[in-house]
């Protein structure tokens, strides 16, 4: 009980945490971005499973397309409560600021390390990742310099008797780990409040508000982003 207790505390600390750094300034940059997917995942057994999705994410307030990609993930859970994913995405990023305007082709690779486990009738899970990218087709020498990022999420979600859209909150921090930077340098802050239904036989639907502040820049952006989320999943027939 005392573990269960001090977990709960840790949780709220890196929320209060989060919360505060959006309050340390006056926000001058505001956006509304619109998030949709429709993804597909096939589960081999209880360990093993890989996944497709396509997203397409709108900005200057869901008006113009920010960018879209593919994504394929493999997720591993060795144990129950512990899991490990690799995922590659390739991006069509629209730039549309500066003087060269048009779509640029990315590529974005990252690693997972995952642990869950249940409070009561709350739904704790921790997630680890590194993430990789950088623009394809051009060189270092013409100004191509890979981002790398390490991020750090907790997620809670509460089960509600009788109730199908049980609500979860997570906060995601950014640490800028790219080598023009200083290492481990804090640059975002996420906050997401969602909820899933699940109880149809053709897929589960993802809905949720998301909060977003950059962090060390001259004038910080918040965005205000809303989603969509479909996932169908297949299973090997016994």
């Not at 497709?52 to 008006?63: A, I, M, P, T, Y």
């Not at 060795?78 to 640029?104: C, H, M, T, V």
């Not at 200083?182 to 975002?188: E, I, Y």
Request: charged share 25%.
């Amino acid at each position: 009980m005392n573990m269960n207790k001090r977990i709960i505390a840790t949780l709220g600390l890196f929320c209060l945490i989060c919360s505060s750094v959006f309050a340390q300034e006056t926000v001058t940059v505001r956006d509304l971005e619109t998030w949709s997917s429709i993804g597909l995942r096939y589960k081999f057994n209880k360990k093993w499973s890989i996944a497709v999705q396509e997203q397409l994410r709108l900005k200057d307030n869901s008006s113009t397309i920010d960018q879209y990609f593919t994504q394929g993930t493999i997720k591993y859970k060795p144990i129950k409560p512990i899991w490990f994913g690799l995922s590659a995405r390739y991006i069509r990023n629209n730039d549309n600021q500066g003087k060269i305007q048009g779509y640029e082709n990315h590529m974005r690779f990252h690693a997972d390390f995952g642990y869950k486990h249940n409070i009561s009738r709350f739904k704790l899970k921790y997630r680890v990742r590194y993430q990789h990218k950088n623009e394809l087709g051009i060189s270092a020498a013409d100004g191509d310099e890979a981002r790398t990022f390490a991020r750090f999420k907790v997620d809670g979600k509460y089960n509600i008797k009788k109730w199908k859209l049980d609500p979860g909150l997570a906060a995601e921090i950014f640490y800028n780990t790219s080598n023009s930077v200083v290492t481990d340098q804090l640059q975002r802050i996420r906050f997401t409040l969602y909820t899933n239904y699940d109880e149809w036989d053709f897929g589960d639907f993802r809905m949720f508000y998301r909060l977003e502040r950059d962090l060390n820049t001259t004038y910080p952006k918040t965005t205000h982003i809303v989603g969509l989320n479909y996932q169908l999943t297949l299973k090997k027939k016994k």
